[in-house]
């Protein structure tokens, strides 16, 4: 291996002057304030960079020591950091090259620099390889270590061996295993950046550019996401925290008093509770487990609820406590005790996890707090999108995508009403809360109607579940569950029948994407994002269902994912002229930033116009960004007529 030590602008210069793909790596390590705290190195809030490697060419590398507490650092290490920014990050001439970019992303934002295109995300590559036939990579089996030893044989020695119990700024940077231990991680980033697009070239070229146009920017945008952070009001939190606690006590109080003291435990399914439902009480057992035993899940509660209006009215009061129990126990403990865990002890933020290719769709995931499941302000009493305030003086700004999904799937289907309505400034949900409710279209569209949200609500499940082939019993169970809709699986049925005959092509496109890939084995977005099938040659019949949902979900779901990513990397680009337009957040189709006050205007028409750009030549229906605005992300003011 030619690996190497570096101090100075111009050994770095001589480096990689005349090349057009530069692989790069940091080493990092807590802040003074910071050392004793586990994983504190990770964090660019409480660490800095130690050092670069660079890598220009296989078997190649170059390390910059710029902070090591020990032997010799670069001569000028701001300058190395500034000429890097010119050389480097924001050249839009270098293909800049790097394992986890949003990490790096991270680090270099908390010095005012972001990565500009072209740039490449070898672990999304990694992910968007095939490991086995019919089967990707998953983020677990895409570390450096462990690529770099399963494709290449190389012999990679793990952090804590090399450094043996150090920081890595208490290591010689000169020392020959701390020197190969750096340059390797370039240096193995690069060549995974070939060993990836040979194959991708081979096997699916597709996916090539989805990394390099996709993905790549995206983790840009998500690592400096991820260092704005989420601004939470903790006295607000712990003031919903004690009120959930006593209005727990207080249900828990009224249960047992019916109960007679029974042991339902945090959430109402422990063994002494399921033993009075069906021992004591003598309730049927109408839903089970899959190890066969008795469920006692909110599906459950709702179906001994009809069961008693008939047979024991008596109980109705105990199994609406059981759920409003359940509902305030899964409220307090996720979204106000979940998250005061993860509040960040140096900004008093948020900083999620946040995964682009957490789910097989192309859909964001994130974890540490799942903020992909944050509820809407009409389905939560405790308020927690109140949580989220903007510091004095700042707004937060929110755009949704609006009909998302909607709108990809009429340009999929390519029917006549279905464009139209959309060309035409028309609102499918609408149409259909009409059809449903036999109301005039003026007033299932009116805002103001008492029953808007819920007929809304309710023409969306439908319109969704049609899209994607929901029988008449899953449409049944859909509107029982989450809108408290009782109607039979005949009304449902006809609700699929008015929707699929009020959309000619649609059945038309359904059968013949489902043929396609019983054919193919898989779906795809429209720019080749592949999800592999094979469940839709099962002879189970609901394996078989499912994966033929999935046939229909993924070329529509992941191309509306596809869209949203595409504006995050156009966002990300216009950040270097925009350093007060703090991205902070992603949920869904929504975008969340935090702005000083008089940027309002300025921030909506910008990213507006990045969301509503057409994503690919041959996407022809339009795309609407709906902003809202406020201090309070749970009081958001929509913004009229931009």
Known sequence: MDYNIIYTNKEIHDYISGVDVVAFDFETAPDDEWRDEPKAALDAHKAHIVGISI????????????????????????????????????????????????????????????????????????????KSRFEFRNLSDSGLKLLSTSLFGAVMPDFATVTAGRLFDEMDPADKETLSYACADSDYTLRLY???????????????EIVER?????????????????????????????EAEEKLTALRNEIDEMTGGVDIGANASTSAFKRYLFSDLGLPVLKTTEK????????????????????????????????????????????????L???????????????????????????NPNLQNCPRKDNDPVGVRNFIVAPEGSLIVSLDFSQIELRVGAFYCRDERMLQTYRTGGDIHAATTSVI?????????????????????IAKNCNFGVFYGLFPSGLQKTLKFKAGLDMSKEQCAGIIDNLKNGY???????????????????????????????????????????????????????????????????????????????PFLQIHDELVFEIPADKLDEAVYFVKACMEEQPFTDFDVPIIAEAAYGTNFGDLVEMEGV
């Not at 070939?194 to 090539?208: E, G, S």
């Not at 996709?214 to 903790?234: D, F, Q």
């Not at 409710?437 to 609500?457: V, W």
């Open 55 to 130: 890598s220009v060419k296989e078997g190649s590398s170059v390390y910059i020591p710029l902070s090591h507490k020990v032997g010799t650092n670069a001569i000028d290490p701001t300058g190395v950091a500034e000429y890097l920014r010119e050389a480097l990050f924001e050249n839009p001439r270098v293909v800049k090259v790097a394992h986890n970019l949003s990490f790096e992303a991270m680090f270099l934002y908390a010095l005012g620099i972001v990565v500009c295109e072209p740039c490449y995300d070898t672990i999304a590559a990694a992910q968007l390889t095939l």
């Open 194 to 208: 070939h060993k990836f697009n040979n194959w991708f070239a081979k096997n699916l070229p597709h996916h090539r």
């Open 214 to 242: 996709i993905e790549s920017p995206t983790a840009v945008y998500c690592g400096i996401m991820k260092y704005n952070g989420v601004p939470m009001n903790v006295e607000t939190m712990l003031k919903r925290q004690k």
């Open 292 to 339: 066969h035993q008795e469920a006692a899940d909110d599906a459950t509660m709702i179906m001994l609820t009809d069961y008693c209006r008939d047979k024991r009215p008596e109980l109705i009061r105990l199994f609406e406590l059981v759920q409003e129990y359940r509902k305030w126990g899964k409220l307090k403990s996720t979204y106000i005790d979940g998250y």
């Open 341 to 367: 865990t993860h509040i960040h002890t140096a900004t008093g933020r948020i900083h999620p996890d946040l995964m682009p290719l957490g789910t097989e769709t192309g859909r964001f995931a994130s974890r």
């Open 437 to 457: 409710f036999r109301i005039p279209f003026k007033t299932a569209a009116d805002k103001n109607e008492p029953h808007y949200k819920e007929r809304r609500t």
């Open 504 to 582: 000619p092509r649609l059945t038309e496109w359904q059968d013949e994407t489902k043929k396609r890939a019983a054919i193919t084995l898989y779906a795809e977005t429209w720019l080749g994002r592949r999800r592999y099938i094979v469940g839709i040659l099962s002879t189970d019949w609901s394996k078989r269902s499912f994966a033929e949902r999935c046939a229909m979900n993924t070329p529509i779901q992941g191309t509306a994912a596809d869209i949203i990513k595409l504006a995050m990397g156009r966002i990300a680009a216009g950040l270097k002229e925009r350093p007060w337009l703090k």
